[in-house]
């Protein structure tokens, strides 16, 4: 383990991370908020500080190999979450240390849990931080640094590799450093361009941008208690529209752009997340209108497409409160809960490309049991998926299901009902942010122990790193080759 490698890299994401707590300081100037500015700076001192101290420990001798991806992506993560959440201590906006930690998890891997009770309380830039933290996470805060620095060498491949989620990292490059350029140049454009269609729609500079933070990284912070149905239907749909563009593969948007490949319209997965997008909001809407009394046919389509793009995004945004609606939409919206977006999106979730292939696995072997000596070939697309591809794929979705049923488990000891605990658990290891029940859309996770909040920071980090990364360094075989 070359571990004074991976120390010099960790000091670079710190001081990153501090120049980007630097950023919302201009909220502070009108009104003059002291506490917030003081926060930021704070945390960005602490943040330079320890970077400083991690560079002068490291060196940037040797080359960076699996076991050091794993520690540079894991430890920066975890290094995110803790400096993330000095400003919300050293502002006042947040008293307790675990409080401060999970909601600072929570914007890093976008999921969008919240401990907060009176949103509009909290000072501008502290709320400003919170959905950067969002749009930092959603790219991936490693894969952005594979983008702008260069001293990763042959290592950017390894770090790539385990922070793009799916069952294959798209290479769109030989060069893994230009992939994630091409990657994080797309991530701006959609941040871009949704900020300027929000203005030319009417919504604030300040509301524009943290709520296009929230969209494009389908992280779902907002500033306002009742989310976005603070703003009108033309804004509602917009930001529809850039969660639903979120959550597809990246790799497609630079396919388009560069004009390489013009069937990619005619993608397996692609079609599919669409097909499941709009038969869901088809079930909703019909829903809606069965069950819910005296509900317009202009609120059931909105409001039921509206959520479920924004459940099976992950993104986390309401328009209304769904705890109280039918059953049935229930049912459809924790299955897009568990689905999520395409692989190489910024949706967390298992992955619908996962979900295919599990269930063209699963027919394979039905087929196996009245027809042992077959050969038979999973593909997607039209190419075979590598055995070794399949085990992976069995593999994340069992240790999926056995992470979500554990979580559900320990959240709900004490008085906390199993319906409550369940979506709690998927929620923030699906990094959605809402569940049901008291955790619904209007409530929010304040009322959890502390160690069932620490539980929930777990979850969300082995959501958004996927298991392996995270479990890897629990295993005495990985650190000993």
Request: charged share 10%.
């Amino acid at each position: 383990m070359n571990l004074r490698r991976v120390l010099r890299i960790l000091g670079v994401v710190l001081y990153v991370l501090s120049v980007a707590q630097l950023v919302p300081l201009v909220w502070c100037l009108s009104p003059l908020a002291w506490d917030a500015a003081t926060g930021l700076l704070v945390g960005a001192g602490i943040g330079a500080a320890l970077g400083l101290v991690l560079r002068s420990l490291g060196d940037d001798s040797g080359e960076l190999y699996r076991r050091e991806g794993v520690v540079v992506v894991v430890g920066s993560w975890l290094l995110a979450s803790i400096i993330g959440a000095v400003p919300y201590l050293a502002s006042g906006a947040i008293s307790s240390p675990v409080d401060a930690l999970f909601e600072s998890a929570s914007g890093f891997t976008t999921t969008g849990a919240s401990i907060l009770h009176n949103i509009e309380a909290v000072p501008a830039a502290i709320l400003f931080w919170r959905s950067m933290t969002q749009w930092l996470g959603g790219i991936g805060i490693v894969v952005l640094f594979v983008a702008l620095l260069s001293e990763l060498g042959p290592g950017a491949r390894f770090l790539f590799k385990l922070e793009v989620p799916g069952p294959k990292a798209e290479i769109l490059h030989a060069r893994v450093r230009e992939t994630a350029s091409a990657l994080f140049r797309i991530y701006l454009a959609l941040t871009l361009l949704q900020i300027l269609l929000m203005l030319l729609l009417g919504a604030s500079l300040y509301d524009a941008i943290v709520h296009t933070f929230s969209t494009v990284s389908t992280g779902g912070f907002s500033p306002y208690t009742d989310s976005v149905a603070h703003f009108s239907r033309s804004i509602q749909i917009v930001i529809a529209f850039f969660m639903l563009a979120a959550g597809v593969n990246f790799a497609l948007y630079y396919a388009l752009a560069g004009r390489r490949e013009l069937g990619v319209l005619r993608d397996v997965e692609l079609r599919f997340y669409l097909g499941v997008a709009a038969a869901a909001a088809a079930f909703v809407i019909i829903d809606l209108l069965a069950g819910v009394s005296g509900i317009s046919l202009g609120d059931a389509v909105l409001n039921g497409t509206f959520q479920v793009v924004s459940l099976l995004t992950t993104t986390g945004f309401a328009t209304a409160n769904f705890d109280e609606w039918p059953g049935f939409s229930h049912a459809v919206l924790l299955a897009l809960m568990f689905m999520g977006g395409c692989a190489g999106s910024t949706a967390g979730g298992t992955k619908v490309i996962r979900l295919l292939i599990g269930w063209k696995v699963a027919m394979r072997e039905v087929r196996l049991t009245f027809s042992p000596n077959s050969v038979i070939a999973i593909t997607v697309g039209g190419r075979a998926v590598p055995e070794e591809s399949l085990r992976a794929v069995v593999a994340l979705l069992l240790l999926w299901t056995l992470g979500g049923g554990m979580g559900a488990l320990l959240l709900s000891v004490g008085d906390t009902d199993i319906v409550t605990a369940a979506t709690a658990s998927l929620a923030t290891l699906s990094n959605i942010g809402p569940g049901l029940s008291a955790v619904g859309p209007n409530e929010n996770f304040a009322f959890f122990a502390s160690w069932q909040k620490l539980v929930m920071v777990l979850l969300m980090w082995l959501g958004r790193l996927e298991f392996f990364a995270v479990l890897a360094l629990f295993q005495p075989h990985f650190w000993r080759r």
